[in-house]
């Protein structure tokens, strides 16, 4: 079965480093660059790391940039996000998805369900 | 960064009505590089239309989408119940990535 599965959240004081693991399943992980987007809650979906198929690159968004950290291990079909320094505002579910940059096109097509994080003292 | 507004917040609809959402970008984007997805509450997004007009694997055909530049559109024609939603477009520039801020299709 495609599909992707998070893990790591809770409830977390501000200022520490959790770290979420996604891992896939279904498909060849190593083909296929990843991304974190997440979700504060009743709020929209914020883009937050990608990570290319062969962990050469990576981008973060401006919002997480010097805190978060992507990485992979394409041995174990598995995505990280490693988190620092957080703060309240980083409370979100966060999502990993599969990109599709075929030709021109570029999307997601595989999300997982998410793991919610909060921050809170 | 591209931002990308999208309107109307929430619009009110009943089933069979046709749906019609906007959503604009900052600066022009490529269509190659738009894409749309629904969210229902509780589950992660689902991929709709990317190439700013090409559905997703089992999207139905009253699904469509358009646009070019600054100006895409998701039409929804004829609602289902299953269709009422919260929408999100998306675009990728630069290396980055970011999604208007959704419209919820909600039953009036």
């Known amino acids: 079965q495609v599909q992707l599965v998070e893990s790591g959240g809770g409830v977390v004081q501000p200022g520490r480093s959790p770290r979420l693991s996604c891992v896939a399943s279904?498909?060849?992980?190593?083909?296929?660059?990843m991304h974190w987007v997440r979700q504060a809650p009743g709020k929209g979906l914020e883009w937050v790391a990608v990570?290319?198929?062969?962990?050469?690159?990576?981008y973060y968004a401006d919002s997480v940039k010097g805190r978060f950290t992507i990485s992979r291990d394409n041995s174990k079909n598995t995505l990280s996000l490693q988190m620092n320094s957080l703060r309240a505002e980083d409370t979100a579910v966060y999502y990993c998805?599969?990109?599709?940059?075929?030709?021109?096109?570029?999307?997601?097509?595989?999300w997982g369900r998410g793991t919610l994080v909060t921050v809170s003292s | 960064e591209i931002v990308l507004t999208q309107s109307p917040g929430t619009l009110s609809l009943s089933p069979g009505e046709r749906a019609t959402l906007s959503c604009r970008a900052g600066?022009?984007?490529?269509?190659?590089?738009l894409a749309w997805y629904q969210q229902k509450p509780g589950q992660a997004p689902r991929l709709i239309i990317y190439?700013?007009?090409s559905r997703a694997t089992g999207i139905p055909d009253r699904f469509s989408g358009s646009g070019s530049g600054t100006d895409f559109t998701l039409t929804i024609n004829r609602l289902e119940p299953e269709d009422f939603a919260v929408y999100y477009c998306?675009?990728?520039?630069?290396?980055?990535?970011?999604f208007g801020q959704g419209t919820k299709v909600e039953i009036k």
């Open positions: 998805a599969r990109d599709i940059h075929s030709g021109s096109l570029r999307y997601f097509d595989l």
């Open positions: 279904g498909f060849s992980f190593s083909s296929y660059g």
């Open positions: 990570i290319w198929y062969d962990g050469s690159h990576e």
């Open positions: 600066q022009s984007v490529s269509s190659t590089y």
């Open positions: 190439g700013a007009s």
């Open positions: 998306q675009q990728y520039g630069s290396s980055r990535w970011t």
